[in-house]
């Protein structure tokens, strides 16, 4: 019983790591699609979106077959429901790439990104993909000190975000209100993957301290309020 | 040991709905604040986040020690798995107000909305609380019926919202590129609430059918791509 139960859990581990690359590698081609407004990565993109969501149903299904019949405890316990928060947040990554894609199809063979913005993206986009890739391999070796460095790497997005607002907001916005709606939304969707990447590494602090993570103080957008 | 243990299950669904009816308060102060220009109102809304929050922990706490202590099985397995996903939805759903009543006191003594939009944010304000409430009431009687239903109510959520973007894209935009991103982030504040509001009735089918839920299919913005 033991041997299956450590095989159970390590799989468990693997499909969430899995799931992790794919989020990853889904907003990789899904910034590289906004930027070359390429529609057959976008398209590549939202084709992909399937094998994550089934992933996210095996992995679910997959703690809850662990706690019916395992019934684990203690720290094994901990680690399987936090499987279980950590696939919500892989999800939505997942679905904030998909996002991405889809602003990329409806606005093609216009880019939906006007030429000044683009820099902002190309970066945002790395630095989503780098977290992504740090959230994993937090999810494989659960090093909580690799996982606090985590937070600290997203205040990379903070700033990018911010200053698009900068951009935006303040200067002579030339490309119009269609554009910014864009802009705006898609500035939005990256926050957001880095925060649930944050996230993961947060829930796996929990799993290798035992400490209730507190609320993810999410990032204000234009924090000066 | 069974009488302590039905307690603790109907404490946490009590604490549920508790952590539901907040959210819908402050998605109602929220909406009021944001229409009025009321800075002390959105203040309210911001002070009164922490109680969300503090009652997530608790949730979270009550659910874990649920586990832990009791090793429930088969059913009532399920109701605590499903009350642990089901506090991170209402905790989104409290970020969302909170994010709400953040823009009403950033823009203050100015109106954050442009009169012409206001009409579409007093009516997606008032089907957000109606989500709430339905979603509490499914929490509270776990009646699949109710629960399916929600899902049909957040269709009138999706229709607001697009027109809203055919009004800031298609029409003539005369208030500026500013406003327009506030519109866009609080357009998608109102539907994420809604969408977690759903998510939480189709966590209650979950529960009252044994069935896993597929993901929940996120209503795409702009929806004729």
């Not at 969501?53 to 395992?70: D, G, I, M, R, T």
Request: aromatic share 4%; hydrophobic share 45%.
């Amino acid at each position: 019983m033991r041997v299956a139960y450590h095989e159970q859990m390590s799989d468990l581990a693997t499909q969430l790591a899995d799931m992790c690359r794919l989020a990853e590698e889904s907003m990789e081609r899904a910034t590289e699609a906004l930027l070359q407004a390429d529609l057959s990565l976008a398209e590549q993109v939202i084709t992909k979106n399937e094998q994550i969501e089934q992933l996210s149903v095996s992995c679910e299904e997959k703690a809850f077959a662990l706690l019916a019949l395992q019934a684990p405890v203690a720290g094994d316990l901990r680690q399987v429901i936090s499987g279980i928060q950590i696939v919500a947040d892989l999800d939505r990554m997942g679905a904030l790439a998909l996002h991405v894609a889809k602003i990329t199809r409806r606005r093609h063979p216009n880019h939906a990104l006007p030429e000044e913005v683009n820099g902002y993206f190309a970066e945002m986009g790395r630095v989503a993909v780098a977290l992504g890739a740090a959230a994993r391999e937090v999810l494989l070796t659960r090093d909580p000190e690799r996982a606090a460095r985590l937070q600290e790497e997203d205040d990379a997005m903070d700033d990018l975000h911010k200053h698009l607002f900068t951009v935006l907001m303040d200067r002579d916005w030339s490309h119009g209100v269609a554009a910014a709606v864009d802009v705006t939304l898609l500035g939005r969707f990256y926050e957001r993957f880095a925060d649930h990447a944050v996230q993961v590494a947060r829930r796996v602090i929990f799993l290798a301290t035992g400490r209730m993570p507190g609320q993810l103080p999410e990032h204000e957008l234009l924090q000066e309020d």
